[in-house]
Each structure stands twice: as structure tokens, then as C-alpha cells.
């Protein structure tokens, strides 16, 4: 049973996110200009388009306390994992409390001011070396405006009401489905459109009405396997004119049409112990990935006089995903590999250009625009990166948290909101 606890009720005035509507019985809802995000807002995993890509005014030329200045920050939160992501008022932040709950808070954007939070039970612990760091929670939620999506490690979905915290509805898919309980908990970060969401879990792929949290379809099902515990997000893309979802298992890459959640094409993707994390990226209708105990590949997807489509590998290359999603800029993949170096790729031809020395680092998470690249290190460390295809180039770097960071930076307008272990804090440019 959920439980609320300190919850501090607001009136908000929604603006444009009110375009969404509310719950299904206003019937006020309309159909996103995006697949995947009402607005252009770091309102999901990786931002607008989850690829980690923002348009906006020009970053500055160098990273100091001038130039990026502390707005508010927040401490003596639970330790996360998880991203934060923001509507228009409220900045969003998921966390596990004393190992044994989930708690959901939103802070107010321009004050850091907390206008409430959700907790329940849920908390669990995960094998081998992901547990080195914690068994906290991991999934990156999903705004949609008036509704935020979070994902809780006993492979469990919640949607909440952005306005006061209130659960709207709540699915346990191991009850729901009979699977088994993720061993790595729920890590995927929800994929939502206009009507529906797309998540890996309950040992598949899933589709969900987000209104009322019915199932639409389930598919890649495998109970006794490793989907129920897959990490990598689902995509969507249109490849070779067909629309569709790219899903990276633990085991393969597919796709997935939109309407019936038929198996387009799918591809084995070797990797040690299905360690299969990155997000997918598209390049010129092709698909690009890299796993850890694996290799990095772009897959040609053609389509079938049947109807359905074939994957092909167009080239692979030895270097080594981990973590990392990479972000494209003018045909190259730049990521952070499992040898724990910065990587620039060709994606078009699958040589690797540059890789830097040893960072000492275990995790990077990657903003891009334009030519730069904005590089949080899980040691607190924001580097301002060049995104030059000839050499390794920082332009600047900045001590900014002094506690590990995690979590995937966000940045929306002018802010830079970065989760510490235990801790948010919203920075501005200038």
C-alpha cells in the first residue's frame, strides 16, 4: 500500500503544460508536437529527445564560479541513481530512504523551495559489483506536464499528479505478469507519448494506456531470463520509413512497432552478463551501440518484401561501451568507455579517432550543443569538452559537487541541475 508523508499541497498555475490536459475524464488531452515530450524540456532520461542533444543560447566559454553560479541547493536527501527532470515550475527527484522506501519530491524551480513529496515501501537490494555503490533506486522518471512517471526498483510504475504528489495510479508487474523480480531492479527509464507509455519490465517490453496504467501489449518476454532486469531505455525512431520502438534487451537490439508490438527485426548483441546499458542512438537510419564484454556495432535495418525488417551489421569496432550513452555531433560518436576513457568513433566508418588517457573516473553522463560537450564525472567533476573528430580538447573544468555524482546531469535554459548522492543543486549560466 502506498503511504504520503509531509506533503505540502500547492496551487500551481500549469501555463502551456495545461495544453496536456488532465486526467482522461476532461478529455482535454492532444497529441504532443514530439513522439516522446510535450515540450522541448529536460523532461525524461537524456533530455528532449533522449539523446542527450539541447538547442538554446550558447554555453560560455569557460567553467568557473562566475560563469556558472549556485542558485539553491537542497541537502540530506536519500541517495540516488536516478536523473532529475523538470516541468514548468518544479524540478523532479527520486531517491531510496534508509533502504526500505522510495521517495518522490518536487522542488520549485527558481527557489529550490520543496512543494511536496510521495514515498512507499520498495526498496531492495541488487548482487554482484552493482551493490559496490548501493542498491539505490536507478530509473530516471518521465514528465509529461501534468503527470510525472517514476519507476521503482521492485518493478514497480507510479504516476503522480505534478501539481501535489497525489498517485494517480500504480502498477506492480510482478504481481500483474507473474515475472520474477528484477535482480537489478527496475532501470530502465519509462518511454511516454501522447497516450501511451513504453517500459522494460515485468521480464518484457510493455505497453501502457497513461491514463489508467492498463496494459496494451507485453512482448520480448522472458521469464526466467534476463529482460526482467534489463537497463537500457526504449527509443522511438522511424527507420527505413517504418515507425517504430527501439529496444535494447539485455541480450538483443529490436524493433518493435508502435500499435501491436509485433518484432520488426532483432539483432544478438554480445555482451558479458547482459550488460547491455547504453541507450540506443540512430545515425542516418542506421543504429549505433556498445556494450561492456562486447563491441561497439552500427546496424543497417532493411526493410522485407514480408513486411518485416533485417539487421545487419555495417562495421564493428573493439572499443567498449559501459554506462555512457553517447552523444552525436557531425557523424561521431563521443562516450565514455569501459576502460574509463573519453572515446571519439566515426560512426560511418567505425574507426576510433582519439581516446583519451585514463580519467580515473567509473561514469560520465554527456550534455551536447552545437561543437561542445558538457561531461559530469561520477567524482563531481564538470568538464566543458570540444567536440573536436581530431584530438581530445577540454576547454574547461570544474570541481562542482564534492560528493559522488551519479545521476545524469540535466540542463534546461540557463540551469544546470546536478544530483549529488545526497543532495540537488540547481546552477545558472552566465
Known amino acids: 500500500m502506498l503511504a504520503y508523508s509531509n506533503r505540502t499541497h500547492v496551487s500551481w498555475l500549469l501555463g502551456s503544460l495545461m495544453a496536456l490536459g488532465g486526467p482522461p475524464s476532461l478529455a482535454q488531452d492532444t497529441v504532443p508536437a514530439s513522439p516522446s515530450v510535450a515540450r522541448a524540456q529536460w523532461s525524461q532520461w537524456r533530455g528532449p529527445n533522449r539523446d542527450g542533444l539541447i538547442a538554446g543560447s550558447p554555453w560560455p566559454d569557460h567553467l568557473n564560479h562566475e560563469t556558472l553560479t549556485l542558485a539553491w541547493r537542497v541537502d540530506a536527501l536519500g541517495p540516488s541513481y536516478a536523473g532529475p527532470v523538470v516541468n514548468d515550475r518544479a524540478v523532479f527527484s527520486v531517491e531510496t530512504s534508509e533502504a526500505k522506501v522510495e521517495i518522490v519530491r518536487a522542488f520549485d524551480r527558481a527557489s529550490g523551495t520543496e512543494l511536496w513529496q510521495t514515498q512507499w515501501e520498495g526498496a531492495m537490494k541488487v548482487p554482484f559489483f552493482a551493490a559496490k555503490n548501493g542498491s539505490w533506486v536507478r530509473s530516471t522518471p518521465t514528465c509529461d506536464g501534468p503527470r510525472l512517471y517514476v519507476a521503482g526498483m521492485r518493478d514497480v510504475l507510479v504516476c503522480l499528479d505534478t501539481a501535489n504528489g497525489d498517485v494517480i495510479w500504480k502498477v506492480d508487474f510482478v504481481e500483474r505478469f507473474?515475472?520474477?523480480?528484477?535482480?537489478f531492479?527496475?532501470?530502465?527509464?519509462?518511454?511516454?507519448?501522447?497516450?501511451?507509455?513504453?517500459?522494460?519490465?515485468?521480464?518484457?517490453?510493455?505497453?501502457?494506456?497513461?491514463?489508467?496504467?492498463?496494459?496494451?501489449?507485453?512482448?520480448?518476454?522472458?521469464?526466467?531470463?534476463?529482460?526482467?532486469?534489463?537497463?537500457?531505455?526504449?527509443v522511438m525512431t522511424t527507420l527505413s520509413g517504418q515507425k517504430q520502438l527501439l529496444v535494447q534487451t539485455r541480450l538483443e537490439m529490436c524493433g518493435v512497432k508502435l500499435d501491436d508490438g509485433s518484432v520488426l527485426w532483432r539483432q544478438p548483441i554480445k555482451t558479458f552478463r547482459g550488460m547491455n546499458i547504453l541507450t540506443p542512438i540512430v545515425f542516418e537510419n542506421r543504429v549505433f551501440t556498445s556494450s561492456y564484454g562486447g563491441r561497439s556495432v552500427l546496424l543497417d535495418i532493411a526493410p522485407q518484401e514480408s513486411g518485416s525488417m533485417k539487421a545487419s551489421a555495417v562495421w564493428d569496432a573493439a572499443v567498449q561501451g559501459y554506462m555512457t550513452s553517447p552523444v552525436v555531433i557531425d557523424g561521431h560518436a563521443y562516450f565514455f568507455t569501459r576502460s574509463n576513457r573519453f572515446t571519439c568513433l566515426d560512426l560511418r566508418t567505425g574507426e576510433v579517432n582519439w581516446t583519451s588517457g585514463p580519467t580515473g573516473d567509473e561514469y560520465?553522463?554527456?550534455v551536447a550543443q552545437g561543437k561542445r560537450v558538457l561531461a559530469l564525472s561520477n567524482s563531481g567533476v564538470l568538464r566543458l569538452i570540444?567536440?573536436?573528430?581530431?584530438?581530445?580538447?577540454?576547454?574547461?573544468?570544474?570541481?562542482?559537487?564534492?560528493?559522488?555524482?551519479?545521476?545524469?546531469?540535466?540542463?534546461?535554459?540557463?540551469?544546470?541541475?546536478?544530483?549529488?548522492?545526497?543532495?540537488?543543486?540547481s546552477f545558472r549560466w552566465r
Do not use: C
Open 185 to 234: 531492479g527496475f532501470v530502465s527509464s519509462p518511454l511516454v507519448t501522447d497516450q501511451h507509455i513504453y517500459v522494460q519490465a515485468g521480464a518484457g517490453f510493455v505497453k501502457l494506456d497513461k491514463f489508467t496504467g492498463e496494459t496494451v501489449w507485453r512482448v520480448l518476454t522472458d521469464e526466467g531470463g534476463m529482460n526482467g532486469s534489463a537497463f537500457s531505455s526504449p
Open 364 to 366: 560520465w553522463s554527456l
Open 178 to 183: 507473474g515475472s520474477p523480480l528484477p535482480a
Open 386 to 425: 570540444e567536440a573536436d573528430a581530431t584530438a581530445y580538447r577540454i576547454a574547461d573544468e570544474l570541481e562542482i559537487a564534492e560528493a559522488p555524482t551519479w545521476a545524469h546531469l540535466a540542463v534546461e535554459g540557463d540551469e544546470v541541475i546536478i544530483r549529488e548522492q545526497e543532495a540537488l543543486a
